[in-house]
């Protein structure tokens, strides 16, 4: 059995000092600097154009940063280094499957690629959910499911380090779901995961770390948890309009600011668990909603800007 392993080992699988990219007067990625441990599962957030694959495309190795260093695994990715191939999976983008194969054709033709033998092809189609449809051709599969088999194929040599490029974009929620499972069951073998998204809720279920990048640069870097820690915001709790009355709620313990809209009254307080247990006293909780602060409201503190994927 493979044993749990988290934040494995106390190497760097990446280390990132100051790599700078531009594109005539754009600069795509302008100054970044990051370090991830080993078996580490960190993301790279952030909106559109933000500089992510960038980013990650010169930690790869697939493209040269204008200046600054990267160590993969204690090597310079670039110029491209052989050596690290062994070393790393890049998952592909569902045009560089063979055409008219089946998903475990796909995987063991990857395996002989790389010198691997077939059984390993089976036990990638295992883990990523689908083993039944080993004999399903590539193209007759969803979206999800070739997703899962791009990561497959990106497993199959044993990699250490694995690098995703947005690998739940245009999901349906079960399949992204789906997929949370497979890089969960992923780290837990122990494989450090670099991933790009713009998904924030995701990030903050599956990252250990994050950085959130906008506009070429890292604005901030830390656990999930401890970034919307820092926030220090208000938790709010949400009451169906007409359920509670407003003096009341004003007159609570430990509610800082009430506000009311068509549908609900809000109330906003740093002292939660004396709003609620005043409210249960009063016997309404019912449709009773609480909202506590997200990596959306992180992005907004740090750039006055709402959130848009
Ligand atoms: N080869 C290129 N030539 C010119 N501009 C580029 C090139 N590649 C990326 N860019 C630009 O650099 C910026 C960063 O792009 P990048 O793809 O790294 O962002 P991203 O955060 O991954 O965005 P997305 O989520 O849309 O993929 C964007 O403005 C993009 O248009």
Not at 6 to 14: D, E, F, K
Not at 62 to 86: C, F, Q
Not at 183 to 208: F, M, P, S, V
Not at 294 to 309: M, Q
Request: contains cysteine.
């Amino acid at each position: 059995m493979f044993s749990h392993v988290i934040n494995a080992g106390n190497g760097a699988a990446v280390v990132v000092e100051d790599i700078r990219k531009a594109y005539g007067d754009l600069n795509a990625v302008d100054g970044v600097s990051l370090s991830v441990s080993e078996g580490e599962f960190f993301g790279i957030l952030g909106p559109n154009g933000a500089g992510k694959t960038t980013t990650l495309e010169i930690i790869e190795g697939l493209r040269e940063p204008d200046s600054g260093t990267v160590r993969l695994l204690g090597e310079s990715p670039w110029p491209r280094n052989s050596a690290l191939l062994p070393r790393i999976g890049v998952q592909l983008q569902a045009s560089s499957f063979f055409e008219k194969l089946t998903a475990r054709e796909q995987l063991e033709t990857f395996a002989s690629l790389y010198g691997v033998g077939a059984a390993r092809a089976a036990e990638m189609l295992d883990l990523v959910g689908l083993a039944d449809k080993a004999d399903t051709r590539e193209d007759k599969l969803s979206g999800g499911q070739r997703q899962r088999l791009s990561i497959a194929c990106a497993l199959v040599h044993d990699p250490d380090v694995l690098f995703l490029d947005e690998p739940t974009a245009a999901l349906d929620p079960q399949a992204r779901r789906n997929l949370w499972d497979v890089l969960r069951a992923i780290q837990e073998r122990g494989k450090t995961i670099l991933y790009t998204t713009h998904y924030l809720d995701e990030a903050e279920i599956l990252c250990d770390r994050v950085a959130i990048m906008d506009r070429g640069r890292i604005l901030a870097m830390d656990r999930p948890a401890a970034l919307v820690r820092g926030l220090d915001a208000p938790t709010q709790v949400r009451l169906e309009r007409g359920s509670f009355p407003r003096p009341d709620a004003e007159a609570l313990p430990g509610a800082d600011q009430v506000s009311e809209d068509e549908q609900s009254l809000t109330i906003s307080t740093r002292r939660p668990a004396d709003v609620l247990s005043a409210l249960a006293d009063r016997g309404a909780l019912d449709g009773l909603q609480v909202r506590t602060a997200t990596l959306e409201d992180v992005f907004l503190d740090l750039t006055g800007r709402e959130y848009r994927a």
